[in-house]
């Protein structure tokens, strides 16, 4: 298992786990295993809490030998304040089920208050600065672009799970202008510019469920 970590001096200690959202400034650097990234500055109680808390127990770090990915995105779910049916699920761990999110799209009934929850794993290595990036698209055109920080993570084989918004409901828009059919992209990326996963979705907005 390795990890990208910079080897300067403590002059930037959690810069080395990228918890910012710096992409510009990013360089690339050494590699070194978690152990050797939990064991170093020992003496510093204060960056080692932080690092167990990102890192967890890293001498029983989740390794599947059958799956190298680092990020595996398992669901994602429409929740709402009332929808008559409940929440919407979109399993997301086969090709065919990434498929079917687009040909499949979904409802939002104007003014409806709604929230995206994503649910991901993290294995093999700790991944820094993970990013989720939606674009949303009306007749081609963009008109929604969502640039939200996840943050870092040290694998585990329990999964993680982020909501957007954080805080509050979006609420659909409304109006003859407004509604119709819409097509969307969603990409996880890292502070590496690696891409965990891509996937499109589909929804219209509409004046009842």
């Known amino acids: 298992m390795t990890v990208m970590f910079e080897s300067k001096k403590l002059k930037q200690k959690k810069e080395r786990l990228k918890m910012s959202d710096d992409e510009g400034n990013y360089e690339v650097a050494e590699k070194v295993d978690l152990k050797s990234l939990a064991e170093m500055d020992a003496e510093d109680e204060s960056l080692a809490r932080y690092k167990a808390a990102l890192l967890g127990d890293v001498n029983n770090a989740f390794c599947p030998e059958d799956d190298d990915r680092r990020v595996v995105i398992e669901k994602m779910t429409v929740m709402f304040e009332s929808r008559p049916d409940g929440d919407i699920e979109y399993q997301l761990d086969t090709e065919e089920q990434l498929a079917a999110m687009k040909s499949n799209p979904f409802t939002l009934k104007e003014k409806c208050k709604y929230k995206i929850k994503v649910q991901f794993r993290v294995q093999h290595d700790i991944v820094s600065g993970l990013k989720y990036v939606n674009n949303v698209?009306?007749?081609?055109?963009?008109?929604?672009?969502?640039?939200?920080?996840?943050?870092?993570?040290?694998?585990?084989?329990?999964?993680?799970?982020?909501?957007?918004?954080?805080?509050?409901?979006?609420?659909?828009?409304?109006?003859?202008?407004?509604?119709?059919?819409?097509?969307?992209?969603?990409?996880?990326?890292?502070?590496?510019?690696?891409?965990?996963?891509e996937y499109e979705y589909a929804f219209s907005i509409k004046k009842n469920w």
């Open 137 to 197: 698209y009306r007749k081609g055109v963009r008109v929604v672009k969502l640039d939200e920080m996840i943050g870092s993570f040290g694998p585990q084989a329990e999964p993680h799970v982020v909501i957007f918004p954080r805080h509050g409901w979006d609420e659909a828009p409304s109006g003859m202008l407004a509604r119709g059919s819409y097509t969307a992209t969603s990409r996880f990326i890292d502070d590496d510019k690696q891409k965990h996963l």
